[in-house]
T-cell receptor, first 114, second 111 residues
Framework: NAGVTQTPKFRVLKTGQSMTLLCAQD?????MYWYRQDPGMGLRLIHY???????AKGEVPDGYNVSRLKKQNFLLGLESAAPSQTSVYFC?????????????FGQGTRLTVV | ELKVEQNPLFLSMQEGKNYTIYCNYS?????LYWYRQDPGKSLESLFV?????AVKQEGRLMASLDTKARLSTLHITAAVHDLSATYFC???????????FGAGTILRVKS
């Protein structure tokens, strides 16, 4: 059971470089999310998607873009990385059944921008 | 805008003691979640609380929800070292689909 898989697990970028983080889920979930985790701040929502072809901004969307061309994949892009984007990024997916939304998380991507 | 606050943010306990972590949320929410995170790891779902008065227990952990007070608690009974982790609560707005997290409580259980 793969669940939610994030690629890559670690990355070091130079300021100004770009990169894409890939999230793949095999549970046929409609909803997918990208969070960043910083010490003392919990998880903050960057962008999310409620279905294939849809995306929406979360709490901290600036500097990031996303795409959901296929239901199972949710991509997070950094066009011009900044040191403030050094963080651990988590992808999650969920479904809503009878009012229940349970989210499953990937293993995280540790990104350092130097 | 839904906001979720946890306290305490750091908790150091002796083995065998009891303690409670509190989670307050700012607007009407119909779902409350508790997650556990070990260092360097992902988040593991512990409890999902769906209605006022809901109580769920797993081992030494018990979670409850009071929607009128907009408060959830995670009670730890007779703590053991293996419970050391960071615990997050999260909530969704009514009919919403976004999980909003608290800052997390770092729990350290000392022998």
């Amino acid at each position: 059971n793969a669940g939610v898989t994030q690629t890559p697990k670690f990355r070091v970028l130079k300021t100004g470089q770009s990169m894409t983080l890939l999230c793949a889920q095999d549970m046929n979930h409609e909803y997918m999310y990208w969070y960043r985790q910083d010490p003392g701040m919990g998880l903050r929502l960057i962008h999310y998607s409620v279905g294939e072809g849809t995306t929406a901004k979360g709490e901290v969307p600036d500097g990031y873009n996303v795409s959901r061309l296929k239901k199972q994949n949710f991509l997070l892009g950094l066009e011009s990385a900044a040191p403030s984007q050094t963080s651990v990024y988590f992808c999650a997916s969920s479904w809503t059944t009878g009012g229940l939304t349970e989210a499953f998380f990937g293993q995280g991507t540790r990104l350092t921008v130097v | 805008e839904l906001k979720v606050e946890q306290n305490p943010l750091f908790l150091s306990m002796q083995e065998g003691k009891n303690y409670t972590i509190y989670c307050n949320y700012s607007t009407t929410s119909d779902r409350l979640y508790w997650y556990r995170q070990d260092p360097g790891k992902s988040l593991e779902s512990l409890f999902v609380l769906l209605s006022n008065g809901a109580v769920k227990q797993e081992g030494r952990l018990m979670a409850s929800l009071d929607t009128k007070a907009r408060l959830s608690t995670l009670h730890i009974t007779a703590a053991v070292h293996d419970l050391s982790a960071t615990y997050f609560c999260a909530a969704t707005m009514e009919y919403g689909n976004k999980l909003v997290f608290g800052a997390g409580t770092i729990l350290r259980v000392k022998s």
